[in-house]
């Protein structure tokens, strides 16, 4: 599902190009980018799960961080890493980050579907106890109906967000405001779909009984709002 992700992130970026072509976007750039974004993703997202969800244990265990094969990413990381990426991308090719970000922003959601999907057939991140018609049992967890959070967010994460961004990139808009609207609409989609997720045993519901999910999508939901503000009021003054 990563190898589909990162396709799926080529032909949406080759289309991307061909309908702005005033955005001076090459080929050979969005392959550059993305191999950045690889690293941004895969570091990120590693780095991301130790430090936000078991710190304590692999300050305990720092070996332990390499061992990939036995699970544990963050999306959360993973953009954090994709943003800091993206910033050495820039920097590289001396262009805006924003409008780096912004390019990018619509050719994610379809990538972020798909590792939903693999969560699915994976039978992992599954969602909590529910007797709503279209329940599912994960037999490997119990024998309780369960939400198929994961296909929720396929359906808002990936769909979803994938047609509003494609959507609204499809015309000029200030520099930043794609950007600022991935930040709003994975943060609430998320947030949304976390109160169907079971949340993590380690963890369990933090404050105010959210997850770390839910929380760590609030700042991402405040930024983006903040950023959409700033984004059409600086074009105005312009």
């Known amino acids: ?74 999306f959360h990381g993973g953009f954090l890493g994709v943003l800091l990426a993206m910033w050495l991308f820039a920097r590289r090719h ?61 359906g808002l994460e990936g769909l979803t967000l994938f047609v509003i961004l494609w959507w609204f990139s499809s015309r000029s808009r200030p520099v930043g405001a794609v950007s600022a609207l991935f930040l709003i609409g994975y943060g609430s989609f998320r947030f949304l779909a976390e109160f169907t997720r079971e949340p993590d045993d380690f963890l369990g519901l933090l404050a105010l009984g959210l997850s770390m999910g839910q929380w760590l999508s609030l700042p991402m939901i405040l930024a983006g709002i903040a950023m959409m503000v700033w984004a059409y009021r600086r074009k105005a003054a312009q």
Do not use: C
């Open 1 to 74: 599902m990563y190898m589909l992700a990162f396709i799926l992130v080529l032909v949406l970026g080759r289309a991307q190009i061909r309908r702005q072509p005033q955005s001076a976007w090459t080929t050979q750039m969005l392959d550059d980018v993305l191999s950045w974004g690889v690293l941004g993703v895969v570091l990120g997202g590693r780095l991301g799960y130790v430090l936000f969800y078991k710190p304590a244990f692999y300050l305990a265990h720092p070996l332990q961080v390499f061992y990939v094969w036995q699970g544990g990413m963050s």
């Open 94 to 154: 001396g262009r805006s980050w924003l409008s780096i970000t912004d390019f990018i922003a619509p050719l994610v959601p379809l990538g972020l579907g798909a590792g939903r999907i693999g969560n699915f057939i994976n039978g992992e991140l599954w969602g909590r106890p529910t007797d709503v018609p279209w329940a599912m049992v994960f037999p490997q967890v119990d024998l309780q109906p369960r939400h198929p959070s994961q296909l929720y967010e396929f």
